[in-house]
């Protein structure tokens, strides 16, 4: 059995963002339940920040219906890629000013947390998809 690659990568996307949504969230609120230290909360808001960003990002590249452009169907995700990448830096220059309000360990790990569950999420899922198909004429036109 084959599905287009708009389905393939739809589900992508919508399981990219649910993960990119909920685990910054579930990290943010463990942090403030587990102590009442500024600079953790600061540190795990930011870059719960970030990860939602790249979240949004990448399944808005990936909701794209590469069916009408088939011949740039694979770079979807070297898209995606590419602006988390440019999210990562641009992030990381900002949180220069605001250091000594932020928790590094704490930065870090939710940071890494974030995007680790989120290429996982895409790669999984785009992985596990059965033989993908372009086609090449409109489903209406069938």
């Known amino acids: 059995m084959s599905e287009r690659f708009t389905t393939v990568y739809r589900r992508a996307a919508k399981r990219t963002l649910t993960v990119g949504l909920i685990l910054p969230v579930l990290i ?3 942090c403030f339940a587990a102590t009442n230290d500024s600079t953790v ?3 795990a808001m930011a870059a719960g920040g970030l990860v939602v960003i790249m979240a949004i990002i990448s399944a808005a590249m990936l909701w794209i219906d590469w069916s009408k452009r088939p011949l740039l169907a694979q770079s979807g995700v070297l898209l995606s890629f590419g602006a988390k990448i440019v999210v990562m830096v641009v992030g990381i220059l900002l949180m220069g000013p605001i250091k000594d ?23 999984v899922t785009l ?16």
């Open 28 to 30: 943010t609120a463990g």
């Open 127 to 142: 992985a596990r998809a059965k033989t993908m198909v372009v086609e090449t004429q409109p489903p209406d036109m069938r």
């Open 41 to 43: 909360h600061t540190g």
């Open 101 to 123: 309000q932020i928790s590094p360990p704490v930065f870090f790990l939710t940071f890494a947390t974030g995007l680790i569950a989120l290429y996982a999420a895409e790669i």
